[in-house]
């Protein structure tokens, strides 16, 4: 069964640029995260979908940044424009749904602002 | 959610069993802990979870103690392939919907 499928995996843009992050979920999985990683520290919750509802986006900077997830099943995230501070490793994960005692992630993908 | 502390870092020779601590004094009755742990450039990986019993799967085994304000993540037999970051997370939910990651301990297997 292949994993969370997430692309680029790496990507080095300029700030103000825009950029955006590609996430493929396990099939079947309807709940779908996103989370930002900054150099020594866990992840921290973007965003969660359930299904094509997103029902946490409590920690979303709103300002700049976007997600979809259009059709329930893949999902993308965008940042416009990008900001020096934004350069981190962006995580997706997807679960079951409701009920669901494990998340499962994607390699993520680092992003350099320059 | 409860906060849990855990040490910034530990080392464990290869063949050993790797014991990592946990805290969480502040844990509710409902609040589950689960452990996950990262290796270097991949995305986290669970382990294990509990509420009150001790778990053991083919991963780890869970030790929570019985006030639970504490638990141990112990690996059996440590191999250099456990070398990651370990994360202890209290979730109120007892679903993996609501996971706070904290900073983990850095476990170094060693020859």
């Known amino acids: 069964e292949a994993g969370v499928v997430q692309s680029p995996r790496y990507k080095i843009i300029e700030k103000k640029q825009p950029v955006a992050f590609w996430c493929n979920p396990i099939?079947?999985?309807?709940?779908l995260y996103w989370y930002r990683q900054n150099l020594g520290q866990g992840p921290e919750l973007l965003i969660r979908?359930?299904?094509?509802?997103?029902?946490?986006d409590s920690q979303l900077p709103k300002d700049r940044f976007s997600a979809e997830r259009l059709k329930g099943v893949d999902s993308t995230l965008k940042i416009q424009p990008a900001e020096l501070g934004d350069s981190a490793v962006y995580l997706c994960?997807?679960?079951?749904?409701?009920?669901?005692?494990?998340?499962?992630f994607g390699p993520g993908t680092r992003l350099t602002v320059l | 959610d409860a906060k849990t502390t855990q040490p910034p870092s530990m080392d464990c020779a290869e063949g050993r069993a790797a014991n990592l601590p946990c805290n969480h004094s502040?844990?509710?009755?409902?609040?589950?802990v689960y452990w996950y742990r990262q290796i270097h450039s991949q995305g986290p990986q669970y382990i294990i979870h509990?509420?009150?019993n001790n778990e053991t799967n083919e991963m780890a085994s869970l030790i929570i103690t019985e006030d639970r304000k504490s638990s141990t993540l112990i690996l059996p037999h440590a191999t250099l392939r456990d070398t990651a970051v370990y994360y202890c997370?209290?979730?109120?939910?007892?679903?993996?919907?609501?996971?706070?990651f904290g900073t983990g301990t850095r476990l170094q297997v060693t020859l």
């Open positions: 502040t844990i509710s009755g409902n609040e589950y």
């Open positions: 997370i209290v979730s109120v939910t007892g679903t993996a919907s609501k996971l706070t």
């Open positions: 509990g509420l009150k």
């Open positions: 994960a997807s679960s079951l749904g409701r009920g669901s005692t494990e998340q499962f």
């Open positions: 099939s079947g999985h309807n709940t």
């Open positions: 979908y359930e299904n094509e509802e997103a029902v946490d």
